[in-house]
């Protein structure tokens, strides 16, 4: 199983960003994929979900609005577009397969400068 994250970066804030979350070695359509981030000091922190069977999303509510979560339609990579970043999404962006076993991957830095 491999989840690779992927465009992290240091921008400014109200900058945009794309992640990129390429997956593989596991029967997708059993899994959700979800992104989450960690801040320094500060627990993990759950952001969004899209589901492999119906393609459904879910978003935390403080991210709603600039946080977009996609997937393409080969199924072997899912995104995370983050609008007009502020400096408290300066974090470690992590994806993972959601399923009945959780996999994740090594992270992310995204820095946002005021």
């Known amino acids: 199983v491999q989840l690779v994250e992927s465009g992290g970066g240091l921008v400014q804030a109200g900058g945009s960003l794309t992640l990129s979350c390429a997956h593989s070695?596991?029967?997708?359509?059993?899994?959700?994929i979800a992104w989450i981030r960690q801040a320094p000091g500060k627990e993990r922190e759950g952001l969004s979900c899209i589901s492999s069977r119906d393609g459904s999303t879910y978003y935390k509510d403080s991210v709603k609005g600039r946080f977009t979560i996609s997937s393409d339609n080969a199924k072997t990579t899912v995104y995370l577009q983050i609008d007009d970043l502020k400096p408290e999404d300066t974090a470690v962006y992590y994806c993972?397969?959601?399923?009945?076993?959780?996999?994740w991957g090594q992270g992310t830095q995204v820095t946002v400068s005021s």
């Open positions: 070695g596991f029967a997708f359509d059993d899994y959700d």
């Open positions: 993972g397969a959601v399923g009945l076993r959780e996999y």
